[in-house]
């Protein structure tokens, strides 16, 4: 659980950007909270509030999640660069004005493509924006690199 | 009649191939220019690019820039300095500038930058080339990846927030402060997708290497891309630089009578030096709101603070006085060629008289991968677009960002000062 405008400097910070992702993302969020990283597990969600990501085009603020296992983000609102880039690379980030309804601990299940995200805990739904189509299908993929591949295979054949 | 435009929906309908376009739709763009650098370039595309199996869909339409690592302080940058060369040798890659200073900065100063351009940076601050009146946006390096592989992106047309400053800025004052004010004044995600134009007799009295301060941090409000519509002088600059540019460059404007998502209007001439408190741009409010915080540093340096102009509004400041004892200066130039300008006018004989101290062209302190990174609760007053926590090196460390006007008054008071004061007593 985070608030507004966390920025990509706390997510990969500068210090750390030259050596090896494992290494990045021990330090990914420490400036915000420092158990972050230790306590991550495979499947958790990050639920923030508005503009998560701003900042830098790094896209290891989004391989930092990954590494951790961070499943998906839900925020109220995404910095432009960080959206693209968590699609590119297959994270699922969804845009909800109810992220701020999300209780630390609460088990969530996100369906993307029809913008919804199930609160189990709190037995309600939350609105989300679905996925645009070619997001979905990029995804889908495993991202852009493997959409691409599959493309040019395509335009190959 | 066909519908008005906006400059950014225009630019969009020409790199589409389309007559026109509205804010919402989802275009196919064919890509002018690419630009890449040492940390986000090579080193994350090239093993994507072999992954693909493919090439450079047009290596004369890259330019690769080193600046985040320059000069390597380590063996790890100096393998990701060398992997960059590696790559453009083998990429054939002719635009490749080796520690000739910020990407920003080389990329207009070498004459790669015209207006009506669509131009991909693998950078955030790639809205710095909207100053020229070219679409250019940040993008991560899988997707730069896929434009290297195709020549093209998807982009979503952005709707415009059009800033208009009338008036005149004081004696003083620069585009860093009227960024900063705009930051705190309208928060760090107004344009998130969007974006934002700035207009008005302020800004058109402004050199270009001011404009790009506007451009570059149009960044920091969270715009896609931040324009100034090019005119007499962009052209002259574009022309002299090198570039290659139309005759047409005037149908770069809005249209009249375009729809604006917003528009807001400032007066120049009301503007007082602004500073911005750790850890945000957001918090930026008067120099006198801070009261006198005790610096441990300053810096001038980056894309957006250390240009030829930048270094000759801090040496207005320092010509004939002295950096407070305790306190280091420090300046890195943005380009070489900065470099070379400042020292050919005068400019850096004044800065290191006063006492600064001279770091090499590149990124450096900015993002804290270079020279000059900060302690445990030192507190910098830096001429950079960026404090967040932690991003200029230890997390405790407190960064205040002014204009090179107010962080060289500041280096030489001791503590955040108002520049204006030591201006009017600087004898003429
Ligand atoms: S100087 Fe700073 S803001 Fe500019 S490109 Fe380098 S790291 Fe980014």
Redesign the interface.
């Known amino acids: 659980m985070f608030g507004d ?1 966390v ?4 997510l990969a ?3 750390y ?3 090896p992702i494992a290494e990045l993302a021990r330090h990914c969020l ?3 909270d420092p158990r972050f990283a230790r306590e991550a597990r495979p499947g958790d969600m990050v639920v923030a509030g ?2 998560f990501g ?6 290891q603020a ?1 391989m930092a999640l990954k590494a951790l296992g961070i499943a998906a983000v839900v925020a109220k ?5 960080f959206y ?2 968590a699609m ?2 297959a994270l699922p980030v969804l845009v909800s004005a109810e992220a701020g309804a999300v209780a630390a601990g609460d088990r969530l299940v996100v369906r993307a493509g029809e913008g919804v995200i199930e609160n189990l805990t709190q037995r309600r739904r939350l609105a989300c924006e679905p996925i ?1 189509p ?1 997001l979905l299908a990029m995804i889908a993929d495993g ?3 493997p959409h ?2 599959k493309k ?1 295979r395509a335009a190959g054949a | 009649m066909p519908t008005p435009q906006t400059l950014a929906e225009k630019l969009c309908a020409k790199a589409a191939g389309r007559a026109s376009v509205r804010p919402g739709d ?1 275009v196919t763009a064919k890509v002018d220019l690419a630009m890449i650098h040492d ?2 370039g090579p080193r ?1 595309v090239e093993p ?1 690019l072999k ?4 090439g450079i869909w047009d290596p004369t339409r890259v330019v690769l820039v080193t600046d985040h ?1 320059t000069p390597a302080v ?1 063996a ?2 100096a393998a ?1 300095l060398d992997l960059t060369r590696k790559f453009a040798k083998a990429r054939g890659i002719e635009a490749f500038y080796d520690m000739q200073g910020i990407c920003h900065v080389v990329l207009p100063e070498r004459g790669h930058l015209a207006p009506g351009m669509f131009v991909a940076g ?3 601050h ?1 809205t710095t080339g909207g100053a020229f009146g070219a679409f250019m946006i ?6 730069m ?2 434009v290297l ?2 020549g093209e992106i ?1 982009v979503r047309v952005p709707a415009t927030i059009h800033i208009e400053w009338s008036g005149r800025l004081g004696r003083g004052l620069s585009a860093k402060d009227i960024m900063l004010f705009l930051c705190g004044r309208l928060g ?2 107004v344009a ?2 969007k974006a934002v134009e700035f207009d008005g007799a302020a800004l058109r009295a402004l050199p270009m290497s001011e404009r790009m301060v506007l451009a570059n941090m149009a960044a920091e409000l ?1 715009a ?1 891309v931040g324009l100034v519509p090019p005119d007499r002088v962009t052209v002259d600059y574009v022309r002299a630089a090198g570039a290659r540019m139309g005759a047409d460059w005037e149908r770069w404007r809005s249209d009249p009578g375009a729809a604006f998502e917003a528009e807001h209007r400032f007066d120049a001439s009301a503007l007082a030096p602004q500073v911005a408190a750790p850890h ?1 741009p ?1 918090n930026a409010a008067e120099v006198a709101a801070h009261g006198k915080v005790a610096i441990d540093q300053a810096y001038i340096g980056a894309c957006t603070g250390a240009k030829l102009s930048d270094l000759r509004m801090a040496a207005e400041i320092l010509r004939g006085r002295k950096v407070a004892k305790g306190v280091r200066l420090l300046v890195a130039p943005a380009s070489a060629r900065t470099t070379q300008e400042a020292a050919a006018d005068g400019t850096l004989a004044a800065l290191t008289d006063a006492g600064a101290i001279l770091l090499p062209s590149g990124c450096g302190a900015c ?3 270079g020279a000059g ?1 900060l302690a445990e609760n030192e507190v910098c007053i830096s001429a950079t677009a ?1 404090n ?4 200029m ?1 230890h ?1 405790t460390a407190r960064v205040y960002l002014a204009s090179p006007y107010t962080v060289a008054a500041s280096a030489v008071a001791g503590h955040i000062a108002d520049p204006r004061a030591m201006l009017a007593e600087t004898v003429r």
């Open positions: 405008n920025d990509t400097d706390v910070p500068g210090l950007m030259k050596g420490e400036a915000l508005s503009n701003m900042g830098s085009s790094r896209e989004v609102s995404f910095a432009r660069i693209r880039n590119n690379l645009p070619h991202g852009l690199l691409l591949a040019l | 989802i940390s986000a994350r994507m992954q693909l199996g493919v690592y380590d790890e940058s990701i693998g950078d955030s790639s940040g993008i991560g390096a899988t997707e990846a896929g592989a195709t998807w760090m995600d998130n997708y969270g896609k945000s957001e993002a804290g991968y990174v960026r967040f926590k932690g991003r090196g997390a």
